[in-house]
């Protein structure tokens, strides 16, 4: 056994190789595509949507709207063209993590329902894992 003080892809991928392999010789492949959806101002990206799909869900990593720009519907609209596109891939639901100091109103009023939590993550916070069904595209 040995720690790994500055980890690089090519570790990752050693571990998740066998993993890959193991999936898929039991009838699940591995998918993963990324999404990205930005917003720019002036030719610069200042915010958007980052994520995958994989398993047939979409995961969001990120959601950034700039708080100049907020109040504009932009991050709902990220949203919907970021479900879209999963539908189009034949994803069934999306999924991601907020925290309480974060937007878990805004996923919920989108139609996201909380799944589970995971308490001082970090510290006094806590990390709220929210998942949406999605209709067919």
């Given at each position: 056994?040995?720690?790994?003080?500055?980890?690089?892809?090519?570790?990752?991928?050693?571990?998740?190789?066998?993993?890959?392999?193991?999936?898929?010789?039991?009838?699940?492949?591995?998918?993963?595509?990324?999404?990205?959806?930005?917003?720019?101002?002036?030719?610069?990206?200042?915010?958007?949507?980052?994520?995958?799909t994989v398993?047939?869900w979409l995961?969001?990593?990120?959601?950034?709207?700039?708080?100049?720009?907020?109040?504009?519907?932009?991050?709902?609209?990220?949203?919907?063209?970021?479900?879209?596109?999963?539908?189009?891939?034949?994803?069934?639901?999306?999924?991601?993590?907020?925290?309480?100091?974060?937007?878990?109103?805004?996923?919920?009023?989108?139609?996201?329902?909380?799944?589970?939590?995971?308490?001082?993550?970090?510290?006094?916070?806590?990390?709220?894992?929210?998942?949406?069904?999605?209709?067919?595209?």
């Open positions: 056994m040995k720690i790994a003080e500055e980890p690089r892809d090519a570790i990752r991928d050693a571990i998740l190789g066998p993993l890959i392999t193991f999936n898929a010789e039991n009838g699940y492949p591995a998918d993963p595509r990324p999404v990205a959806i930005t917003l720019e101002s002036q030719g610069e990206i200042v915010g958007g949507l980052w994520g995958k398993y047939d995961f969001i990593d990120y959601l950034v709207v700039p708080s100049s720009e907020r109040g504009q519907d932009l991050g709902s609209q990220l949203m919907a063209t970021a479900e879209r596109l999963a539908a189009e891939r034949g994803c069934v639901g999306s999924w991601l993590t907020t925290f309480t100091f974060q937007a878990r109103g805004f996923y919920e009023k989108l139609g996201y329902e909380v799944f589970g939590t995971l308490d001082n993550s970090p510290r006094d916070n806590v990390r709220i894992f929210l998942r949406k069904r999605l209709t067919a595209a």
